[in-house]
């Protein structure tokens, strides 16, 4: 594992031990959603990370010609932040990612 202390400029450091998909109804839809367990090695607790997919069009900054745009814009699914998860704190990965689905199952 690497050592966070031979990073300096490293306020916080964390290492993803585990990751689970799955798709579960938000919103009156079928979303799909990703939750990472963190390991903070200072504590050896883990927290979690989530993300929601979400489909975007996006137009790409470059190739350009003549100050235009040479390729049309183009749909994109990306990982974005879900913010509404409560905290969570566990012994374990798995207990983490359990704790943080049951909040998603209440959001």
């Known amino acids: 594992m690497i050592n966070p202390n031979s990073y300096s400029g490293c306020s ?7 990751s689970v998909v799955f798709f579960q109804q938000y919103g009156g839809e079928t979303r799909r959603f990703r939750i990472d367990a963190l390991l903070d090695p200072k504590s050896g607790r883990f927290s979690t990370s989530a993300y929601i997919e979400e489909a975007v069009n996006l137009q790409r900054s470059y190739p350009v010609a003549n100050g235009k745009f040479t ?17 969570t704190d566990r ?17």
């Open 12 to 18: 916080e450091f964390y290492e993803v031990a585990k």
């Open 71 to 87: 390729t049309a814009p183009d749909d994109f699914r990306i990982w974005v932040v879900f913010t509404n998860l409560g905290w």
């Open 91 to 107: 012994a374990s990965a798995e207990a983490a990612i359990e704790q943080a689905m049951a909040f998603l199952g209440s959001a």
